[in-house]
């Protein structure tokens, strides 16, 4: 009974340090969409990471990414513009799995947001 005990443990630490591992910044390059906008992401740009609004009702081509994106707690954060009004987010982003991203964020007034993109194929 202990055995199968320490082998289950084991196999649950491992799903768990196996999941935080498959997230990075770079699984954020693609393309992503979010309500009526599609996002493309690509290494580079000012801050390694560029992130542009490829098609939607408006805002088309603005750069979302305004700050490094940087991992913290397991998480990452940085400032991202929102397609819809151009403000600036401070937000934080975790990958449920490998085809979406949930991001959460704030404005410095306030206002604050959710919204999941999910990769388009």
């Not at 969409?33 to 599609?38: C, S």
């Not at 088309?60 to 513009?81: A, H, L, W, Y």
């Amino acid at each position: 009974m202990k055995r199968i005990a320490r082998v289950a443990l084991g196999v649950m630490a491992a799903g768990l340090f196996s999941g935080a591992a498959l997230a990075s910044v770079d699984d954020m390059v693609g393309k992503w969409k979010w309500q009526e906008f599609v996002v493309e992401c690509a290494k580079g740009g000012e801050h390694g990471l560029s992130c542009k609004v490829a098609s939607g009702p408006k805002n088309v081509g603005m750069e979302m990414i305004v700050s490094p994106i940087k991992e913290e707690n397991g998480v990452f954060v940085g400032k991202v513009k929102h397609p819809a009004n151009g403000q600036v987010y401070n937000t934080k982003m975790t990958q449920p799995d490998k085809d979406s991203w949930k991001l959460d964020g704030c404005t410095d007034d306030g206002a604050c947001a959710t919204g999941t993109f999910v990769r388009v194929k």
